[in-house]
């Protein structure tokens, strides 16, 4: 396998515009997790999905930002509109869901630039 | 979620043994304890979990006391490559995946 796949995997964009985030999880695995990274906030967990239910998203910081699922090999981020604040590098991550099994395989992230 | 609490930053010498601490004095009955580690421009990476006693693998070993408040990391005979942010987590699968601020480890050569 591939591994999960991101994609951009750099974007720049301009304030107010419309920004999504694509992610393909390893076949097979059934949880999906939603990270953004920055120097001041570290890495946090924006969202996850259990069989492509979305399950917490308590770290979505506003209504901007949306996340689907609509299938078990593909979910998006979107942030509309996008604000300068919102650079980051945002992170997919995929797990095969087991209350035994805490591991988690991370793509290579998208780094969003917004100015 | 368990809180965890561990070094922001630690150094080391090429060649020792390192070991990072982590406090989880909350941690559930049915928590597991996973560690993970991050390069710089890559996301995060498994490198072991445990519940109890000890684990080894082909990267490191989690040392776990009876009590589970705290585990240790231990990276045997470190190289330069090891330098990364390690983090410590507790919870369990198909839960939320916290990740606190972790600890940071130079390898000196």
């Known amino acids: 396998d591939a591994g999960v796949i991101q994609s951009p995997r750099h974007e720049v964009t301009e304030m107010g515009q419309e920004v999504t985030l694509r992610c393909k999880p390893i076949s097979g695995h059934n949880s999906l997790f939603w990270y953004r990274q920055t120097m001041m906030r570290g890495l946090e967990l924006l969202i996850y999905?259990?069989?492509?239910?979305?399950?917490?998203d308590s770290g979505m910081p506003e209504d901007r930002f949306s996340a689907k699922m609509p299938n078990a090999s593909f979910s998006t981020l979107k942030i509309q509109p996008s604000e300068p604040r919102d650079s980051a590098v945002y992170f997919c991550?995929?797990?095969?869901?087991?209350?035994?099994?805490?591991?988690?395989?991370f793509g290579q992230g998208t780094r969003l630039t917004v100015v | 979620l368990a809180k965890t609490t561990q070094p922001i930053s630690m150094d080391s010498y090429e060649g020792q043994e390192v070991n990072i601490t982590c406090s989880h004095n909350?941690?559930?009955?049915?928590?597991?304890i996973t560690w993970y580690q991050q390069f710089p421009s890559q996301g995060p990476r498994f490198i072991i979990q445990?519940?109890?006693t000890k684990v080894t693998n082909e990267v490191a070993s989690l040392f776990i006391p009876a009590d589970r408040k705290s585990s240790t990391l231990s990276l045997p005979r470190v190289s330069l490559s090891d330098t990364a942010v390690y983090y410590c987590l507790v919870g369990r699968g198909g839960e939320k995946l916290t990740f606190g601020t972790g600890t940071r480890l130079t390898i000196i050569p």
């Open positions: 909350n941690i559930a009955t049915n928590d597991y």
């Open positions: 991550a995929s797990s095969l869901y087991r209350r035994e099994n805490t591991e988690a395989f």
């Open positions: 445990g519940y109890k």
């Open positions: 999905f259990n069989n492509n239910v979305p399950i917490d």
